[in-house]
Structures are given as C-alpha cells and as structure tokens.
C-alpha cells in the first residue's frame, strides 16, 4: 500500500516547489508560534500548500520589490546568481526572510488532504475534530480556517486517531507524533509515513535541525529500518541525511519526548 | 430645459478649466521645491518594475482641484443653502488628506499598541490617574485595534481609526446640514422607479454611510495614473448633467467647476504622472461627489454614478474579509486595480477600460435618474 498518487505528488512539490524552471527549491520550515500572527493569510502562518507558497513568494516579490520574479513568476535575479544551485539559495533565503514555509502539521495535513480526497473523498481538515461546540467561537474559526487549526495535538486527539501499537502493522499514511520534546519540553513534531518496503519505513516531515543553521531547514525525509520489530520505535534504526543516532535530530527529538506514538487516522 | 442655465455651467466648466491649467505649474513646482513627492520606503502599493519610475512623482496634486473650485465657488457660486456646506464638507475631507499625505512623507512611524498591553497598563501603571486614563480610553483603543487590523499597513500617516473618526465627522456635518437645514422633503429619499419613501431621522446614518463610504472608495481607486482623475471627470459630469436635469442651479455650477478643474489635473496626471492626486484630493472629492448627489436627492444612484469607485473599495473589502476570515486572498492584490496589474495587463489597459465601464454605469445612472 501506498499513499495515493495526488498525495506523494504534494510531497515531491513540497521537495522541489513548483518555480517555473529552478527544480530543487524544498520548502522552508516556517512555525507561527514565535511571531503569533492572527488572522494571517494561511500560507504566512506555515499551513501553506506548495502551489500557495510560490504564489505569495511571487506576490511578495513584486510588492516588495524585492525583484526575485518577473510579473509573470518567472525568476528574474539570473545575472547576480548564475549557477542553479545559487538559484535554488537565493530563492530559499527570500522565503526565509519572508516567513514562507510550512510547519510540521501543516506539512501532514496538506499532504493527507490529497490522500484522503483521492482515496475515500474525504475532507480531512473538515472531518477532524478540533474543539467541541461549547467553545463556540474556536469552533466557528476551525470550520472558516480548518487547516490552519490542525495541530499536533489534534492528530494526538483519540477522536481522530488511534494508536498502532505493532511495529509490523505500520502502513504508509500513519503518523510518528512526538509530544512535549525539546530540552524545555515545549513543542510537539509529527512525522509522515510516506510508504513502508520490507523493514524499512520511509518518512516525510517539515523540521528545523538546529545543526543547519538559519536557511538550511525544510522539508525532509528519513528511514526507520525495523531491526527489532518487538521493541519500541527508539531502538530501531533512524536515518536522515546520512545522520544516525543522536546526529539525526529527528531521532533526539523523539527520544526526548514524553510522549512517542504511532497513529492511524481513523476515517 | 433651462439652456440658459447650461451654457452658464460650461462656461464655469471652461473657465475652472483654463484657471487649473495656468497654475498647474506653479503647484508642480511647489510640490517638487518642498519635496512633497512619492518615495518608496512608506509606500505599500504594488512595485513592480514599471512602478519604480513612479518614485519621485509629486503628490497632493488633488490640491489643483481642490483649490480651484473652493477659490471659484467662493467668488462666483456662494450661497449658504447651497454650496456652503459642500465646500466646507470637502475641505475637511481634504484637510484630513492633506495631512496624512504630509505625515507620509515627513512624519515619523506610527507606533502600533495592542489591547493587552493597555490592559496591563490598567494593572500596574504606578500612577492611579493614568490607570483610570487608560480605563476611559479602553473603547478608543478597541476601536483603534479592530481598525488597524481591517487596515494591512500602520505606516506613517494618519492611521484607519482616525481616518475614520474624521471622515464620520464629515458625515455627521453633511448629516446635520440634510436634515436640519434643507428642509422637510429631503427627509425622503428618492429610490430608482419607486418615488421618494419617507425615511424621516434615518437620512441621518444613511448620509454618514455614504460620505465615508465614497470618500474610502474614490482614495482607494487613486492608484494608477489617471484612473481617480478620469473617473471623477466622468462622474462629476454625470452630476452635472443629473442637477440640471433636476433644476439645482447651484449644483449644476458647482459639479460643472469640478469638471473643468478636473480635465486639467487629469491632464497632467495621465501616465507619466506629472503628479498624484494624493489622499488630499481623493478623499476631499469623494467625500463632495457622495455631497452633491445627497443634496440633489440622488443619494441612491451614488453607487452607478461611483462605480468604479464602489468596484474597487468593495475588493477591498472582500480581500480583507477573505484575509482575515477565511485565510485565503480572493484577488491576487486589492483593490481590484492591482489584481489586473499582476494578471499582466498595462496600466494603460486598466485604466482605459475602466473608464469605459465607469462612463457606462454613469450613463444609467443619468438614464434613471430621469424616472421621478
């Protein structure tokens, strides 16, 4: 089983978002939470889908004159940067500057929008539960803005998902949801299980590695090789840009979580 | 038909014409001697390319018109019923742009201050005059929140909350006028095809809507070169036509003075600008276009008279409720002008096409203004 066509597309424009001729441009990570903006365009609060993104980097350019794109998107900063992979740089460097990227949840809800539209016509973002009707005004905001109300926490949320316990039951489309990690304990992350061969599970995921400094974060994947399926996710082997162990940050950050499952989305 | 009282409105609208043009340059030079023009680091307008060369360009150029139809309204059509107070309703709007045009310029950054930083104030300010200062200034603040997030930019000048304040103020004058002074039939409001219902003390907000309302929308079309400009000419024609249809001799007068000083400053503003209205113009004329149509109990066809006017603040609108409600832009930029530049088409294209739909909404608002 895999995750559907649409889906496993929005992750490969994720890795190389759509700007016309300049492949390999992956998106930023961008979380709201340090800036705290409201009522902000979704794609500027890290819950943007790749096509958003170029959009409103195209947007920013122009209003900003910031002379990255033409008027008609196409990249106009040839002569400064002729080499593609300065391209790539430059492009990535004004979306970092410019608060354009996506956030770990927003990552996963975009990408399981895709799938669960395609595969069982679904609204996912529509279908979660994010707050009861008593909190009525929080209830209104996640029925206009649903995708942006979407955290780790809801995915964590039992109505919406349920825990796979069993390493070998792991299917593509379940999440590795890390809560309360960090040295202070403070923030949540959650995986993608992009697709399962043999003992090997292959994930996607929106993260910053402090070891990559200001502009070097983004969209990402890694390897879970199942060497021990009777024992918990730790003691397997993580592996994410030829970092194993405490080096692959990912993997330091599930470890120092309180609280490490495996969850498949219920609809 | 009263010819007579046509041939004296073009006159007015030759004369205002032929005076604008002989001081257009002297205002040119005065804007460009105090450094009055448009710079880059306040401006949030679209900056392409094409729109660096707008860098530089004087603005308050509205200040043509408006001071050449005050000048000529106070020598040759002042009247108290009439003029007086639409005069005096424009100047304030215009005042009101005229400073914030400055503060854009000269002024320094206007601080922003959130709700909870007052509130906090509230708590543990050590002077309890100053707690009970920021207590009674607590609904101003709201206001001045809910405001600046409806506005995108803070900037320089003069900030939504008290564009706002002052453009009701406007209303309320207009408001006030209408009702107390004009007499008891303009408690009605005449409505296309369906006479003049009476609407008794509800003239009052309806009045105070549509001058704010008009002036917002006219500041929000002064984008490109020669959209405002030629729109109003349009517009202000329409009127003149509509008040002497309807025998409003001072109207007529005043609407066809508007015109003629508005095809020189037209003149002048068509791409390349030799310069921009300017917040002094565009809110001073919108708040007098929304006046003259009120007084010549046509407050109903403001939106066909106004139209392009109305097309580009309700963008506004929808992309601001699109925004902040539903996280999503509607158009790729707002107002609607924008949204064509970024679509590709030149301003030259925008404009003309505008004006073109504009002429034609004006001439049904004429067409139904003739049904009593």
């Keep these: 089983m895999k995750l559907s066509p649409t889906a496993l597309k929005t992750i490969h424009d994720y890795l190389n978002l759509p700007f016309i001729g300049i492949p390999g441009v992956w998106c930023p990570y961008f979380n709201n939470a340090r800036l705290g903006q409201r009522g902000q365009l979704k794609v500027l609060i890290g819950k943007g889908t790749p096509e958003e993104i170029v959009e409103e980097a195209k947007i920013i350019s122009i209003q900003y004159r910031a002379n990255i794109f033409d008027k008609n998107g196409v990249f106009s900063a040839h002569v400064d940067h002729p080499a593609e992979h300065e391209q790539v740089e430059c492009i990535r460097q004004f979306l970092v500057d410019n608060n354009l990227g996506v956030d770990c949840s927003g990552f996963v809800t975009n990408v399981l929008q895709q799938h669960f539209q395609e595969t069982k016509n679904i609204n996912l973002a529509r279908k979660f539960f994010v707050t009861s009707k008593k909190n009525f005004l929080r209830w209104i905001i996640s029925r206009l803005r649903p995708v942006e109300q979407i955290s780790v926490a809801v995915y964590a949320n039992d109505k919406n998902t349920s825990i796979v316990n069993n390493l070998k039951t792991i299917q593509p489309g379940d999440l590795v949801v890390i809560l309360k990690t960090g040295p202070n304990k403070n923030h949540n992350h959650i995986l993608l299980i992009e697709d399962v061969e043999g003992n090997k599970i292959k994930y996607a995921h929106a993260r910053t590695w402090s070891s990559e400094g200001k502009y070097g974060h983004g969209i990402s994947q890694g390897t879970i090789t199942i060497t021990n399926p009777e024992k918990g996710l730790l003691e397997q082997v993580w592996e994410e840009k030829n970092k194993f162990g405490e080096e692959n940050e990912t993997y330091l950050e599930a470890k120092q979580a309180e609280t490490l499952e495996i969850r498949r989305i219920k609809f | ?372």
């Excluded at chain 2, 073109?356 to 608002?365: C, K």
């Design chain 2, 1 to 372: 038909m009263n010819i007579a009282l046509i041939q004296q409105a073009l006159s007015y609208l030759i004369f205002s014409a032929i005076g604008a043009f002989v001081w257009a340059p002297l205002l040119t030079k005065i804007l460009y001697k105090y450094k009055i023009t448009r710079r880059d680091e306040f401006d949030f307008t679209l900056k392409g390319s094409e729109r660096n060369k707008k860098v530089g360009t004087p603005i308050m150029g509205g200040l043509l018109v408006i001071i050449t139809v005050t000048v000529l309204t106070i020598l040759f059509n002042w009247n108290r019923e009439n003029t007086y107070v639409p005069i005096g309703v424009m100047g304030i709007a215009a005042l009101l742009g005229a400073t914030d045009d400055l503060l854009n310029i000269f002024g320094k950054k206007r601080r922003e201050r959130k709700i909870s930083h007052v509130l906090n104030l509230i708590k543990v300010h050590k002077k309890w005059y100053m707690r009970l200062w920021y207590i009674l200034i607590l609904p101003w603040e709201g206001f001045r929140r809910f405001a600046a997030i409806l506005g995108s930019h803070p900037g320089r000048g003069i900030q939504v909350h008290e564009k706002l304040f002052f453009q009701f103020l406007a209303g309320a004058v207009t408001a006030w006028w209408i009702y107390f002074k004009l007499g008891i039939q303009w408690h009605s409001l005449w409505v296309p095809f369906d006479g003049q219902p009476f609407v008794g003390w509800w003239i009052i907000p309806i009045v105070i809507f549509f001058v704010m309302f008009t002036a917002n929308a006219v500041n929000f079309a002064d984008g490109l070169d020669g959209l405002a400009g030629g729109s109003l000419v349009i517009t202000f024609l329409g009127l003149m036509i509509i008040s002497w249809t309807e025998g409003r001799a001072s109207f007529t007068l005043l609407n066809a003075t508007v015109v003629g000083a508005l095809i020189a400053y037209t003149y002048f503003n068509v791409k390349p600008a030799r310069f921009q209205m300017g917040d002094v113009g565009s809110l001073g004329l919108g708040a007098l276009l929304a006046i003259n149509a009120i007084a010549i109990n046509r407050t109903m066809l403001i939106p066909f008279v106004g139209f392009i006017f109305y097309v580009e603040i309700i963008s506004v609108i929808i992309q601001v409720f699109c925004r902040r409600l539903l996280g999503r832009r509607f158009f790729k930029m707002a107002p609607i002008h924008h949204h064509f530049e970024f679509r590709g088409w030149s301003e030259e294209k925008i404009v003309m096409r505008f004006w073109l739909i504009h002429a034609f909404f004006v001439i049904v608002a004429i067409w139904m203004s003739l049904y009593k």
